[in-house]
């Protein structure tokens, strides 16, 4: 990059997007995650050094993956499916890039990169693009889910896990130095799942219900997303970065947001709800004028 050489970096990402195609070609997902693995450490470098047009074009490719998996006759199919078989090489690929955009997603949090945050939420390949299909996080999650890949030794995990295993086993997306155990990783990663899913509902037409987000977050204790959800209010830089519409629309986001949250949290003790809080009180004023 200081060099200037786009032509060595253009051919790493050339040949990684040959390497991905054959990979999930031959189901091979094991080599698939080493390289997943490997362009979501060059994405943080790119992110970490400001390198802007570098980020772009790595979360580009990711993007190119995720539609490899099917061609759009298969897409459709695969809307229409609530049971889907564990083997199926789709929801398998997409479960691994979105664990690997969540993790990256956190370390966004943690270096503000607020603009980051609404590229990571906001990507879907052409490929599996309609009018239900808004975003990579909703569409990943919701098809892993249909393939039971959550379900593991009897316990039903969550995106954020996973996502934390991912930033646990790969130093690059810890180069703030943070311990993989420290509980500061996991409450960054909480705080990207609520601000996508803000984001989510900003970049849809019309404040939409789940089909556009889940609430991952709700099953953690709610401080790990409150603080994040007052800054919302107050911020400029975080506001500017985040989202595009007035403050009735974003009421109504938050609005949305909560109603499904609570459904969420009550089942794990965990996001209660706005109320008595500065988030509440902004709802409640401007929700009403909206």
């Known amino acids: 990059v200081r060099r200037g050489d786009e032509i060595a970096l253009r051919h790493l990402l050339v040949s990684g997007e040959a390497r991905a195609r054959t990979l ?36 580009e490719l990711l993007v190119r993956i995720y539609g490899m998996p099917v061609t759009e006759d298969q897409a459709r199919l695969y809307g229409h499916r ?3 078989p564990p083997e199926d090489v789709g929801p398998r690929v997409w479960l691994q890039i979105i664990e690997r955009a969540v993790a990256l997603g956190g370390l966004a949090v943690r270096r503000k990169r ?5 590229s990571l939420t906001i990507q879907l390949p052409p490929v599996l693009a309609d009018d239900y ?3 990579w996080l909703r569409h ?3 098809m892993a ?9 009897n316990e039903q995990l969550s995106l954020l896990t996973l996502a934390r ?12 130095g943070i311990d993989p155990d420290d509980e500061a990783l996991l409450t960054s990663l909480a705080q990207f799942d609520f601000l996508s899913n803000v984001v989510a509902l900003d970049a849809s037409p019309g404040v939409d219900g789940l089909r556009v987000f889940y609430p991952s977050f709700a099953r953690f204790y709610q401080q790990r997303i409150q603080g994040t959800a007052e800054r919302l209010l107050t911020d400029p830089d975080l506001r500017a970065g985040l989202i595009e519409h007035d403050d009735e629309y ?3 986001a938050l609005q949305v947001l909560e109603g499904v949250a609570q459904g969420e949290g009550w089942r794990y003790d965990g996001f209660h709800g706005f109320g008595g809080t500065p988030v509440g009180e902004f709802i409640e004023h401007h929700a009403a004028r909206g």
Do not use: Q
């Open 24 to 59: 999930i070609d031959r189901d091979d997902l094991d080599n698939l995650s080493a390289t997943l693995d490997k362009l979501v450490c060059l994405a943080a470098t790119f992110m970490e050094y400001e390198v802007e047009n570098w980020f772009d074009a790595v979360l």
């Open 82 to 84: 609530t049971n889907i």
């Open 114 to 118: 607020w603009n980051v945050v609404r």
């Open 133 to 135: 299909n808004r975003n």
């Open 140 to 142: 990943g999650l919701t």
């Open 145 to 153: 889910s249909r393939a039971r890949h959550f379900e593991r030794d």
């Open 165 to 176: 295993n991912r930033a646990m086993e790969n130093d690059c997306l810890r180069p703030d």
């Open 250 to 252: 974003l009421a109504g």
